[in-house]
């Protein structure tokens, strides 16, 4: 079956510091990965969406500079977040796919706390 | 305005009883899919149509692109229905860059 694993499920940084986050992929190619926050209030933001061999597309307000994505093969897709602060706060989930017309199976998220 | 419309926000129901969840679209959609977030916050897949009906124990699903609306029907609710439930709805997108929306959630609650 199709399945997503992220880790760390859980993370805690300080103010200001930077914390990575990576998502794996197993039993399927993952040709296009998509990166949501989910606020507390529960709702989801996508933050950029990454297909292979295109280049990574952000929405409004999410920018390369603040997460840096990588996806450098159809397993595997990686997500920094830079200078966290409190607004950055939630749960961070990525969600794959294989092919375009497709379901997403998504990962158990990594939830960012921000001191 | 959103694109997802997402109905009722919370729902409540007894044990052995069901409802309808409900997403009307605001955009032609091409594809929605529907989702429980158990309580440790994982993503469960309920169903993905591209148009029809799909359906699956107790629950079953629809997808109107031309009416732009989804359902989500559960009948006979057991308790571990509980926890919020998602629709996703992708628009149709030049070059297959589709952007899926999700909706703001149904927060179900079974009491015995």
């Known amino acids: 079956g199709a399945l997503v694993y992220q880790y760390p499920r859980r993370t805690i940084c300080k103010s200001g510091t930077s914390m990575r986050m990576e998502c794996q992929a197993v039993g399927f190619q993952a040709t296009s990965v998509a990166w949501y926050r989910q606020s507390p209030q529960k709702t989801f933001e996508l933050i950029a969406l990454s297909t292979v061999n295109s280049a990574i597309k952000y929405e409004q307000n999410f920018t390369q500079e603040k997460f840096p994505i990588s996806h450098p093969n159809l397993s595997f897709s990686s997500m920094t977040v830079l200078n966290a602060y409190l607004e950055d706060r939630g749960l961070y989930l990525c969600?794959?796919?294989?092919?375009?017309?497709?379901?997403?199976?998504f990962g158990p998220g990594t939830r960012l706390t921000v001191l | 305005g959103d694109q997802v419309e997402q109905s009722p926000s919370a729902l409540s129901l007894h044990e052995g009883t069901g409802s309808a969840l409900r997403c009307n679209f605001t955009?032609?959609?091409?594809?929605v899919q529907w989702f429980q977030q158990n309580s440790r916050g994982s993503l469960i897949n309920l169903f993905y149509?591209?148009?029809g009906t799909k359906e699956n124990g107790r629950l079953k699903s629809t997808f109107n692109s031309k009416e732009s609306y989804s359902t989500l029907h559960i009948r006979d609710a057991q308790l571990e229905d509980s926890g919020t439930y998602f629709c996703?709805?992708?628009?149709?997108?030049?070059?297959?860059?589709?952007?899926?929306?999700f909706g703001k959630g149904t927060s179900l609650v079974v009491h015995p």
């Open positions: 996703a709805a992708e628009a149709w997108a030049s070059g297959g860059n589709y952007k899926p929306t």
């Open positions: 955009t032609t959609m091409r594809a």
């Open positions: 149509l591209a148009s």
């Open positions: 969600g794959a796919r294989e092919g375009t017309y497709a379901e997403q199976f």
